[in-house]
């Protein structure tokens, strides 16, 4: 089945730095979603997007289909983006979402 | 906005009972998933369910879990006889297609088995 990494596995920011999640994935892709897992365990849709470039307030998603690889980019980080990043992919005629392992975000004041 | 409900959001069990976790999904979708994430683990996929029937499943369900769409609204997963391993976050979702489209999220139901 399709593989999915996610780097980095964890990461400590100040708030109000910047940054840039990645995941990389090994076959082409029909869907491509980013969640953020909260510290209640709850995964919130963040983006939906197999390919193309989409942003939603602080927070925006680049998707490179043909290179295999996607990032989420954080600006202006706020304790309350505290969590875990997942990236999940939706590979081949496969109808179901393989997840990364997961970015572990920790912002600090 | 539509949304995926689950209930109950948290349940704790003995082992050997058996558990129905619940979840009603967007009324205009067809497909619909469910998927597990064992503690500090990442989140993988369960079985998926369309017309009334199984359209794939994990090696993790096994004989022990059912899933059923008793009325036009719920989607249940059925554990028969719970284990301590079974102590996970349980999440169902759905979609509108069987690829190609985004697939929205339940909260989770939290299943702890002592």
């Known amino acids: 089945g399709i593989q999915v990494e996610q780097s980095p596995p964890d990461l400590i920011l100040q708030e109000g730095a910047n940054s840039t999640l990645r995941c990389n994935f090994s076959d082409s892709v029909n869907n491509l979603q980013w969640f953020h897992q909260n510290p209640w365990g709850q995964l919130i849709n963040l983006f939906y997007i197999p390919s193309g470039t989409k942003q939603n307030g602080r927070l925006s998603a680049t998707t490179v289909a043909t290179e295999r690889y996607s990032l989420l980019y954080i600006s202006s980080s706020q304790t309350t983006d505290s969590g875990v990043y997942f990236c999940a992919v939706e590979g081949g005629t496969a109808s179901k979402l393989t997840f990364g392992t997961g970015t572990r975000l920790q912002v600090t004041l | 906005e539509p949304e995926v409900t689950q209930t109950p959001s948290h349940q704790v069990t003995q082992m050997g009972q058996e558990v129905i976790l619940r979840c009603v999904p967007i009324s205009n979708h067809l497909y619909f998933y469910w998927y597990r994430q064992i503690l500090g683990q990442k989140v993988e996929f369960l079985v998926s369910f369309y017309n009334n029937e199984i359209s794939e499943k994990s090696e993790i369900f096994d004989d022990q879990f059912s899933v059923e769409r008793p009325d036009g609204s719920n989607f249940t997963l059925k554990i028969r006889s719970t284990k301590l391993e079974d102590s996970a976050m349980y999440f169902c979702?759905?979609?509108?297609?069987?690829?190609?489209?985004?697939?929205?999220f339940g909260q989770g139901t939290r299943l702890t088995v002592v």
């Open positions: 979702a759905s979609s509108p297609l069987p690829t190609g489209t985004e697939a929205f």
